[in-house]
């Protein structure tokens, strides 16, 4: 059972938070934590924060299972382009230059190990017979 949680309006660059985002997509949730605790990007923070919101979303779905148990993993880490704001920056003989100030949104999904390796062992048995 996975759970999901979003991010919306974060003001970094995507193209920054998708560096944070790779560190962590795929590992197991405790690995992910510790990772995005000792990393110095700015992103690491959101996405440490997002990432207890998304275990809190698992565990109110699952409630009659522990979490210890679940060995739970980041599924899938989606970072996308959000809103610009278009700033002008004055420039020599009377131009301007435009500033792009980026922001992004996030979503993460984590599912549980071990229900998905107990549903592939039923699908393999039944592709065998």
């Known amino acids: ?10 003001p970094t660059s995507p193209r920054k938070m998708r560096l944070v985002a790779d560190l962590v ?8 934590l510790s990772i995005l605790k000792f990393t110095p990007n700015h992103g690491a923070i959101r996405l440490e924060k997002l990432l207890l919101s ?14 210890e148990d679940a060995e739970l993993y980041v599924k899938t880490i989606a970072v996308d382009g959000g809103r ?7 420039a020599p003989q ?26 592939d062992i039923v699908e393999s048995n039944e592709n065998e017979d």
Do not use: F, Y
């Open 1 to 10: 059972m996975e759970a999901i949680a979003k991010l919306n309006n974060v």
């Open 25 to 32: 997509r795929g590992k197991k949730v405790g690995q992910a």
């Open 54 to 67: 998304a275990i809190a979303n698992w565990q109110a779905k699952n409630p009659e299972e522990k979490l």
């Open 84 to 90: 610009m704001l278009k700033r002008l920056r004055p």
């Open 94 to 119: 009377g131009r301007a230059h435009r500033i792009r100030k980026r922001s992004n949104h996030v979503t993460l999904i984590v599912d549980s190990l071990s229900g998905d390796v107990t549903a």
